[in-house]
């Protein structure tokens, strides 16, 4: 059976550290834009780690919640593409095709996450830091769109070893890179086609729930909320 | 002007019309330099903008259409001034909008011109526009037809053709009226666009009723053209767009902003 890849965030193990997002930025060669665009507010994290503070000092809690594509069954960025640069593949993910994107920048616009990040310029890195790309993603160039593609560069590279060793996936062969770099294991990636799966057995608990799911969008990443607000 | 009597016009009348056609004075030469020089100006801007990247323009996330797609709104908004004032007022028969008519014709068929540039203008990749449009090629890739923006391209090229047609047809016994004075090139070039005019009553009749027929047909088209226009935003689940009061909306906006 075909693979549908998701993920379950357990809120209550986020520290909101920010290694998701420093993984993420090395593994998808996402450019730093610096610190005078940043400050426009275009800044590209395909992951990022959004703070809610309660209460006033010094009585406050602070809740933390990574946000990433949602990876939505109904997507709503996808039908408004108008060259298919946004689609949905056979195992549900929202891939970008950035070599057909003329970037209209309608999925954007479209996407009530904001998840999606637009090439305002073309792809620059402070050194050292040009050095360490990675090979197997490509760099997208001004005027694209890019986003969260659930490292599929991860997933298709185990998927073809698996292939060629004749062997079955397990679950926790593929880990995306914010899911690896996780030091409290907030993040779980995994097969929810599989009902054996760490992120299925996750999912199904009675505190998930989707980021605003009463748009219809189907998302296939489950937040965990806090037992304290269970 | 299609109204116009089969009957010769007076011989001053026709001179005085005629006039700019036949000589050129250094004020227009005065405008076509100022209006040439926007243009430098602005296409220098567009390349500017797709040499640095398109970040120079200030557009922000994550709303990421700001004044080019207004301005594209606002033109196919003025492009309602042809065949409102046009097409209405012809089935109405009121008498009143003669002189107004082709000058409100020429300004849909142009600012509709206008207006379709600047989705083109605001891509991030303008080059590429033309993945925009159903082409025949070899990998059989088409553009999605869900999208709302393939849809605009429908729309206004409809438009575009009928406007263009809305314009062209009264303009007929005019250029016949032109190749009859003109010598030359012109005459042969007006020769074509008149398309073998007589001034036959056969001929106006035919006319009148292609005229009936265009200006009935355009009206849904003009109607139909805003509405899609408006698709592009309520289409997509985004707070105070997603409305289905955005088509009617988008159409009486453009009746007002065409008048005006």
């Not at chain 2, 955005?246 to 902003?257: D, E, L």
Request: proline fraction near 7%.
């Amino acid at each position: 059976m075909t693979a549908r890849w998701g993920m379950a965030v357990d809120l209550d193990r986020c520290t909101g550290c920010g290694a998701c997002v420093t993984a993420c930025h090395a593994e998808n060669n996402i450019p730093t834009v610096g610190p005078e665009q940043a400050a426009r507010g275009r800044a590209m994290h395909w992951i990022r780690v959004e703070r809610y503070f309660e209460g006033e000092f010094p009585d406050v809690r602070v809740k933390f919640r990574p946000v990433m594509c949602q990876q939505c069954d109904a997507a709503p960025c996808e039908p408004v593409c108008p060259t298919y640069a946004s689609h949905h593949t056979a195992e549900g993910l929202n891939a970008q095709v950035y070599n057909r994107c003329i970037g209209t920048r309608y999925c954007a616009n479209a996407c009530p996450y904001n998840v999606r990040f637009f090439d305002f310029f073309n792809p620059q890195w402070p050194r050292p830091l040009e050095v360490q790309l990675n090979p197997d993603v490509s760099v997208r160039e001004v005027g694209v769109m890019e986003k969260c593609t659930f490292c599929v560069q991860r997933i298709t590279a185990v998927q073809i070893d698996a292939k060629a060793e004749k062997r079955e996936l397990k679950d926790g062969d593929i880990k995306t890179a914010c899911a690896q770099a996780c030091p409290a294991k907030a993040l779980v990636f995994g097969d929810l086609n599989d009902p054996e799966s760490e992120v299925s057995r996750l999912s199904r608990e009675a505190r998930g729930a989707k980021l605003l799911e009463d748009l219809g969008t189907l998302p296939k990443v489950t937040y965990l909320t806090k037992q304290s607000e269970a | 002007m299609s109204d116009a009597r089969p009957t010769p016009l007076p011989a001053t009348l026709t001179e005085d019309l005629m006039r700019p056609l036949e000589r050129t004075s250094w004020r227009f030469y005065l405008l076509v330099l100022v209006l040439g020089g926007l243009v430098v100006m602005g296409l220098s801007t567009w390349f500017y903008q797709m040499y640095r990247g398109f970040g120079i323009t200030g557009i922000n996330m994550p709303i990421y259409w700001a004044f080019y797609i207004t301005n594209f709104v606002f033109w196919i908004g003025i492009s309602h001034a042809g065949t409102l004032i046009s097409a209405i007022l012809r089935l109405v028969n009121a008498g009143w909008r003669r002189p107004v008519t082709r000058c409100a014709e020429v300004i849909t068929a142009f600012a509709l011109m206008i207006g379709a540039l600047f989705p083109i203008i605001h891509l991030g990749r303008p080059w590429l526009f033309f993945w925009l449009v159903p082409y025949p090629n070899q990998r059989m890739i088409w553009p999605n037809f869900r999208s709302p923006l393939v849809w605009d391209f429908f729309a206004i090229t409809t438009y575009l053709t009928g406007s263009v047609l809305f314009l062209f047809l009264p303009m007929i016994p005019d250029f016949a009226l032109v190749r009859d004075r003109a010598t030359g090139l012109r005459r042969r070039i007006y020769g074509v666009l008149a398309l073998g005019w007589r001034g036959t009553s056969k001929q106006w009749h035919r006319l009148e009723s292609a005229m009936q027929i265009m200006a009935v047909a355009i009206i849904p088209v003009a109607v139909s053209v805003h509405t899609v226009v408006s698709f592009d935003f309520s289409m997509a689940p985004v707070p105070m767009w997603h409305s289905t009061m955005f088509g009617p909306y988008f159409v009486a906006g453009a009746i007002f902003s065409g008048v005006a």
